[in-house]
């Protein structure tokens, strides 16, 4: 945030400050500190009766193939966006399941997320590319396309294809 020149709640110009052990834009008016918190995101995991997995080639940037997955909206729950998001990019309905893994997102310096995996069960809808979705293809885990669009589910895919615990 060291791109912040003025508080956002008063217009004051902010100064540095170590604020939780890390240097912080901070206002000596009215106190508020430039806190950077990661956001939310949600992935849902489905197989068919052979055990592949659904993947979605995306139309935004990154490119690639992902788990279908989306960003939690404020004030949503992390299960209805995790239905949402699976209807809105596939087609399909789905009850949610466990959590099958949590990770940190890294792989964009902008946008640092942490990420949700929850298994899912098909319960209705017919599968189709959404808007932001260029295709959906079936993939058995442990073959995924090379250009997946991030890193994390390249892990998740690899730890369900040998049965391991995902960590």
């Known amino acids: 945030m060291a791109d912040v ?6 217009g004051s110009p902010v100064g540095a400050q170590v604020r939780g052990g890390r240097l912080r834009p901070v206002c000596p008016q009215c106190g508020w ?12 995991v ?7 997995v659904l993947l979605a080639r995306r139309r935004g ?7 279908p997955c989306g960003n939690i909206e404020w004030e949503e729950d992390i299960r209805e966006a995790g239905v949402r998001e699976l209807k809105e990019e596939t ?10 893994t949590v990770h940190s997102n890294f792989h964009d310096n902008d946008a640092h997320s942490v990420g949700v995996w929850f298994a899912g069960t098909v319960t209705g809808g017919t ?13 058995p885990p442990g073959s995924p396309p090379e250009d997946l669009a991030f890193p994390t589910d390249r892990r998740v895919l690899a730890a369900l294809a040998s049965s391991a615990p995902i960590d």
């Open 127 to 139: 599968e189709r590319p959404g808007d932001d979705v260029l295709e959906l293809a079936w993939f």
């Open 46 to 52: 489905l197989w068919d009766d052979r055990g592949r």
């Open 61 to 67: 940037n990154p490119p690639g193939w992902c788990i």
């Open 91 to 100: 087609g399909f309905d789905v009850a949610l399941g466990p959590v099958i």
């Open 5 to 10: 020149r003025f508080c956002p709640y008063c």
């Open 33 to 44: 500190v430039g806190w950077r918190n990661p956001k939310a995101a949600v992935a849902v």
